[in-house]
């Protein structure tokens, strides 16, 4: 048997249940959890774009460094018998690529910073294949379109004029 205080109860209760089916209320969560996932791609894609972006800036950065080493230097730096030149500038470019580990990333060298003189009196420092790891899943989602990459090769060149000549 059902005393006084089960029927009120569970009328109120029916009451509520029925409020929330037809009830109008829940359209904005169903729309929220429809567009919530898209806006976090969104948003983790300007974040990965972003760090990207400021690892070119670091790495163009870090050649005109090399560069500009180059350019000041009293001997000329494309002569043959200067291999210490090269080598300091190389040097002075993976001080600049990193500035926080101390330490080059995996699958990168110093043999990828090349230094050339394409012009006499003219000496420009390359770097190519400098490897962008994404920090956020996004990435994972391109790996489907451009294969099994882990890392995002990014390149930087600077020329500029030997000062001495």
């Not at 200067?82 to 690529?97: D, F, Q, S």
Request: proline content about 7%; hydrophobic content about 45%; glycine content about 6%.
């Amino acid at each position: 048997m059902s005393t006084p205080m089960q029927v009120p109860r569970a009328r109120s209760v029916r009451a509520a249940v029925r409020r929330f089916v037809t009830a109008d209320d829940a359209g904005p969560i169903v729309e929220f959890a429809l567009v919530a996932p898209m806006l976090m791609i969104i948003i983790l894609a300007i974040a990965d774009f972003s760090l990207a972006f400021l690892t070119r800036n670091n790495l163009v950065s870090a050649v005109r460094e090399g560069a500009r080493l180059g350019a000041v230097q009293l001997s000329d730096p494309c002569n043959e018998d200067n291999l210490t030149t090269i080598a300091a500038i190389k040097g002075r470019v993976e001080v600049y690529l990193t500035p926080n580990t101390g330490t080059l990333p995996a699958g990168f060298t110093s043999d990828d910073i090349t230094v050339t003189c394409p012009v006499a009196g003219y000496i420009q420092v390359d770097v190519t294949d400098f490897p962008y790891t994404p920090v956020t899943p996004i990435f994972g989602l391109l790996k489907l379109f451009v294969g099994g990459a882990t890392t995002i090769p990014l390149s930087a060149s600077a020329v500029y004029r030997w000062e001495q000549s």
